[in-house]
């Protein structure tokens, strides 16, 4: 079992950078996946980025490619999402989530969920 809680969420001008951070209970946390997606108001939630559990394999929507960066610390049972050049369609809540297994970018496969935090990125 993994809780995760995502923080840094918050109101930025267009150009701007946030950092958002997940942080998992649960000592397994190091053994899992963790991507993280985003959900703008009406629309589905999609894919953002992916970072394997040993860190060696990342994956980026192309959305955001270039722009943001995955990482974890498994010592701390941390992940973080650094987002650059932030534009406004990049407003959305975003979600940590955590599956066990092969890297995916399908929402469905992951099992964990936190709750999201607000991004807002004005013009």
């Known amino acids: 079992q993994v809780q995760l809680v995502e923080s840094g969420g918050g109101l930025v001008q267009a150009g701007g950078s946030l950092r958002l951070s997940c942080a998992a209970s649960?000592?397994?946390?190091?053994?899992?996946?963790v991507g993280w997606f985003r959900q703008a108001p009406g629309k589905e939630r999609e894919f953002v980025a992916a970072?394997?559990?040993?860190?060696?394999?990342?994956i980026y929507a192309d959305s955001v490619k270039g722009r943001f960066t995955i990482s974890r610390d498994n010592a701390k049972n941390t992940a973080a999402l650094q987002m650059n050049n932030l534009k406004p369609e990049d407003t959305a809540v975003y979600y940590c989530?955590?599956?066990?297994?092969?890297?995916?970018?399908?929402?469905?496969?992951?099992?964990?969920w936190g709750q999201g935090t607000q991004v807002t990125v004005s013009d």
């Open positions: 649960g000592r397994s946390f190091r053994l899992y996946n």
């Open positions: 970072i394997s559990w040993s860190t060696s394999t990342t």
């Open positions: 989530a955590a599956r066990s297994g092969v890297l995916q970018t399908e929402k469905a496969s992951y099992d964990y």
